[in-house]
């Protein structure tokens, strides 16, 4: 590992001034950017650790009915919290796909949507849960939709100095569910991860909203799956239809671990699967 | 960069170091305390060889920084012994023999510490998945899962 000045604001404000100088690294629970610093893919001057910032870990609920999730709360956190595993269940499941419970322990849900992977597993659960980011610089703050915050791998929309604050997720959906598919149990990265979170009113999907990781350079919606379930009930021609249509909005690649065939085949597959059992658990 | 006046707490100890902030939680431990009971699998976080429990949670020792480590309550297998006995988790893995060369041998005895004093009551299959980021190269695993199995059960029915 490089050397590099190490340094541990209390205030956000300080943090956005160190962050936005050259070669910097925001450090939150280490596990992507210290293996990165020691394999020296990643080689910071200055490494500024947000762990003493206060009101950056917790979830919170929020006047309209929502959540708040500091981006500093370990992913284990989110994983074993009740409000998270009854509302917003997919996310839940997502936290709970990352790496070892020794890791989970260290990784925060900040740097697992930081480090822009469009193989994040958290990430599809954040889309198909419609979470909004807030961001902090020393210009203020702004907020935008998860699914505007991706331009590529490993790229964001954040400009120097800007920080993530928290995740706000609106009320809870009837219902939502998260697959990763993979070969291990654990210790896994996706082949692609498929989340869903569903509106039911009487019988009928109201609104749908499906995420999808690792088929596309960034994580994406499938936005035309998510209007052709949108004012229909759940058949096995609607689900057909919605599974053909997350098919055809990715753009996967064939790498070492499977092929875009394979990928592309999976994320209709995993999408029917996903929004049946999203469906099942708003009737629950 | 300079090397930064630390104070860890290991083991109930207090250690005043001045350490370079490259160096990980786990160098720290090994080469500057001197407690090498923790070990070095991968360096990468696959392994679980690193496994110590900080603030009563379990983490792989080769991710953390050093620097960030203090003012936490850090634990290591050389700590988990009290009062000259052995915690039953260490006990039973001399019992049924869960080590065969022993380099994996303290990444899991701390890891499943920490998931005995979450809940002791796991089921085999759910100390399976739970463990599943701990690696034994000697493939000794039919034995580490019974010495956790017989550790759960002796802590279920002394508590
Ligand atoms: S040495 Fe840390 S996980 Fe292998
Ligand atoms: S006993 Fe040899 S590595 Fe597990």
């Given at each position: ?123 599809a659960?954040?889309l198909a849960?419609d ?14 939709p998860i699914h505007a ?47 869903a979170a ?9 609104g749908a909203r499906i995420g999808l990781?690792?088929v596309a350079?960034t994580p994406i919606r499938a936005t035309e799956a998510e209007e052709l379930l949108a ?10 239809e919605a599974?053909e249509a997350a098919a055809a909005a990715c ?16 994320v209709?597959?995993?999408t ?13 | ?159």
């Amino acid at each position: 590992m490089r050397s590099f000045e190490f340094f541990e604001p209390t205030t956000l404000a300080e943090a956005s001034r160190l962050f936005a100088q050259e070669h910097a690294q925001l450090l939150a629970g280490g596990t992507d950017l210290v293996i990165g610093m020691k394999a020296l893919t990643e080689t910071p001057q200055s490494v500024i650790s947000l762990q003493k910032i206060a009101g950056l870990a917790g979830i919170t609920t929020d006047a309209d009915g929502g959540v708040s999730i500091g981006v500093m709360t370990r992913v284990r956190d989110v994983e074993l919290s009740e409000e998270i595993r009854n509302g917003y269940t997919a996310l839940a499941e997502g936290a709970a796909e990352i790496g070892s419970i020794q890791i989970r322990n260290l990784a925060t849900l900040g740097g697992n949507i930081a480090h822009a992977s469009p193989a994040a597993d958290t990430v599809a659960a954040l889309l198909a849960l419609d979470a909004q980011v807030d961001i902090a610089s020393a210009d203020g703050e702004r907020s935008v939709p998860i699914h505007a915050l991706f331009t590529g791998p490993g790229q964001t929309i954040l400009t120097a100095g800007e920080i993530m604050t928290r995740f706000r997720l609106p009320s809870p959906a009837s219902g939502s569910h998260y697959i990763k598919h993979k070969i291990r149990e654990v210790m896994d990265l996706a082949f692609i991860g498929v989340a869903a979170a569903v509106d039911m009113d009487n019988g009928t999907i109201t609104g749908a909203r499906i995420g999808l990781a690792a088929v596309a350079p960034t994580p994406i919606r499938a936005t035309e799956a998510e209007e052709l379930l949108a004012g229909k009930s759940l058949t096995d021609a609607i689900l057909a239809e919605a599974g053909e249509a997350a098919a055809a909005a990715c753009s996967p690649i064939s790498d070492l671990r499977c092929s875009a065939e394979h990928r592309r085949e999976m994320v209709d597959v995993l999408t029917r699967r996903t929004v049946r059992e999203a469906v099942a658990r708003a009737h629950a | 960069m300079a090397k930064l006046p630390v104070t860890l707490t290991v083991n109930g100890d207090g250690y005043d170091l001045l350490i370079e902030p490259r160096k990980t939680l786990l160098a720290v431990l090994r080469d500057t305390i001197g407690l090498t009971g923790t070990k070095e699998g991968c360096s990468t976080g696959d392994c679980g060889a690193c496994t110590v429990i900080v603030d009563g949670r379990a983490v792989t020792s080769c991710m953390v920084l050093g620097v960030t480590a203090a003012d936490k309550a850090i634990m290591t297998i050389e700590g988990l012994a009290a009062d000259g006995e052995l915690h039953p988790v260490q006990q039973a893995f001399i019992d049924t023999g869960g080590y065969q060369c022993g380099f994996c041998t303290p990444g899991f005895i701390m890891a499943s510490k920490a998931l005995l004093d979450e809940n002791p009551a796991r089921t085999e299959e759910e100390f399976r998945h739970a463990l599943g980021g701990n690696i034994c190269r000697c493939t000794g695993y039919t034995k580490i899962l019974e010495a956790v199995m017989q550790a759960a059960e002796e802590i279920r029915t002394t508590a």
